[in-house]
């Protein structure tokens, strides 16, 4: 389920998944590739149960930060987010993703 709200999203981002809701801070930023993206994330919450992928996405977030001294470079490559926006085109990708295929992204690219 969509839900339109400009307070619920962080200013900088044009929406989130929280499950099992994705959040969009302005319905005109809904199209394809953002539903994609994050219908991955709801994909991977699941699959780590929820509450596991808060807390893997918080700590490798904070590796991430530590490693880069960026915050958008260590929000771009945490593994979740380098598996949606690698995959976010591909209207497919969901039906033939394998089981915790966001781990394929865990290294740091050089």
Known sequence: MVIASKYLVPKGYAGMAIFPFI?????????????????????????????????WYV?????????????????????FEREAYAN?????????RSFWRFTKHLRTQR
């Open 59 to 79: 700590l490798e977030y904070l590796f991430r930060l530590i490693q880069y001294k960026n915050h958008d470079l260590a929000y771009r490559n945490i593994s």
């Open 23 to 55: 959040l969009v801070g302005d319905k005109n930023d809904i199209n394809p590739t953002f539903l994609n993206h994050e219908r991955m994330h709801l994909r991977q919450q699941l699959e780590l149960l929820i509450l596991l992928f808060y807390l």
């Open 88 to 96: 976010e085109r591909n209207p497919d990708y969901l039906t033939t």
